[in-house]
T-cell receptor
């Protein structure tokens, strides 16, 4: 069974700093990995999708890397803003079923 | 497309009552997933469908839970009878037929059983 871990569970950073969020998974036989954002009381918004054959994916201030062999992915958010405050969830796709971590709860302090 | 649409957004019911959650996937998507989110356990896959057929229901907690997909544009998750421990946020998601595509989530239904 795929186990997905996200560390740290919660973090606070001052505005302008770069954010680094880590995700690890136990089974490297994956099709892709997806990062989501969840605001309180809301659904999940897809941020980035990395295929198993890719090393990284970028969208604006967001960059996600994938090291499948070591079972790790990192989400970088450059020059954080208060609007980036949310919970970030990592989900690993194995055989078309997503296994989720419990998330990184981020607060960006103005 | 309006995205994945779930209803109701909030549901409060008494223990023992039947609860039905509804989902409309994105048009053209042939995979549909039901997830449950709690503080303790995070997001858990309950069941998923491919082309309206249930593929894996091993995540359904017990026989009180059932799910149907009568057509490509509609699915239901039913809990009968409901219990307080069923209180959670239930999400529906859909994706296209290929294994390497994104999953898109609805806004969720927050269920409270008192």
């Amino acid at each position: 069974k795929q186990e997905v871990t996200q560390i740290p569970a919660a973090l606070s950073v001052p505005e302008g700093e770069n954010l680094v969020l880590n995700c690890s998974f136990t089974d490297s036989a994956i099709y892709n990995l997806q990062w989501f954002r969840q605001d309180p009381g809301k659904g999940l918004t897809s941020l980035l999708l990395i295929q198993s054959s890719q090393r990284e994916q970028t969208s604006g201030r967001l960059n996600a890397s994938l090291d499948k062999s070591s079972g790790r992915s990192t989400l970088y958010i450059a020059a954080s803003q208060p609007g980036d405050s949310a919970t970030y969830l990592c989900a690993v796709n194995g055989n078309n079923r997503l296994a989720f971590g419990k998330g990184n709860q981020v607060v960006v302090i103005p | 497309d309006a995205g994945v649409i779930q209803s109701p957004r909030h549901e409060v019911t008494e223990m023992g009552q039947e609860v039905t959650l509804r989902c409309k996937p994105i048009s053209g998507h042939d995979y549909l997933f039901w997830y449950r989110q709690t503080m303790m356990r995070g997001l858990e896959l309950l069941i998923y469908f491919n082309n309206n057929v249930p593929i894996d229901d091993s995540g359904m907690p017990e026989d009180r839970f059932s799910a149907k997909m009568p057509n490509a544009s509609f699915s239901t998750l039913k809990i009968q009878p409901s219990e307080p421990r069923d209180s959670a946020v239930y999400f529906c998601a859909s994706s296209s037929g290929r294994l390497n595509t994104e999953a898109f989530f609805g806004q969720g239904t927050r269920l409270t059983v008192v």
